[in-house]
């Protein structure tokens, strides 16, 4: 399985820098190589902008967020048949900002899951427990209740196109990363909680850490067994610091073979 690298921009950047920064991305992306899969979710204003600078490079566009319908009154929102009207062909779902700040729920987030697939995009599904739940020792059962509520609907087929991201929410925007320890023993979880689907559904499913990752720690994080690669934030925003992190995700993809 190849390593993905996915940068979540968040509110940031403007017309000028979201251009700037895709095209220091795509400048560089005939060197990626085949071993790492790169994916941007700029905000919405520039996603129209972005697909049309990344057409025929390998980067991939996603959106941040979406309605869980197809059209209608929902004012200000954004459906996923949009999306993909436009060329997007991903989207984040269920990240712990929009779980928290707007109340996002699992059975919401389920719903913009089924959206997405729907309309043959890629959900990228986001899980993760709070520093509460962690000190408590309550994080496999969280991820658990987030990973059920939100997925246990789907059928193996659709599973299999889902992308998820482990994302402790102490780690994200606080510098504070999992150790690769702390990673892998939730990603382990989660993969055998896939494996109740069955083996396909298991081997096929990427599982990204996501969490104050950057070049620093990133080797250690992507080389573990469950580990297929990161979603990043803050480092998303820095285009030496995303394609360090592409290099680093392609030798460590390439010395799996
Ligand atoms: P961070 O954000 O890399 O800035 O911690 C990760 C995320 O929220 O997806």
Sequence with gaps: MRTIV???????????????????????????????????????????M??????GTPIRVAAQNC???????????VSAAMLKSIGVQACIVGHSERRHYFGEGDALIGEKVAALLAQGLTPLFCCGEQKEERESGRHFEVVTGQMKGALGP??????ERIIIAYEPVWAIGTGL???????????????????????????????????????TNAEDLFAQADVSGGLIGG?????????ELVRIASNVSSSRQ
């Design 154 to 159: 789907f059928s193996n087929a659709e599973l």
């Design 50 to 55: 972005a697909v049309e600078k990344c057409q």
């Design 6 to 48: 996915a940068g979540n921009w968040k509110m940031n950047t403007d017309r000028a820098s979201a251009a700037a920064l895709v095209d220091a991305l795509v400048k560089e992306s005939v060197r990626f190589g085949a071993q790492a899969e790169v994916i941007i979710a700029p905000p919405f204003p520039f996603l129209a």
């Design 67 to 77: 309605h869980q319908s197809e059209k209608g009154a929902h004012t200000g929102e």
């Design 235 to 243: 480092a998303s925003l820095v285009a030496e610091q995303f394609l």
């Design 177 to 215: 990363t999992a150790t690769k320890e702390q990673a892998q023993e939730m990603h382990a979880h989660i993969r055998a909680l896939l494996h109740t689907h069955g083996a396909s559904v298991a081997e096929r499913v990427p599982i990204l850490y996501g969490g104050s990752c950057n070049p």
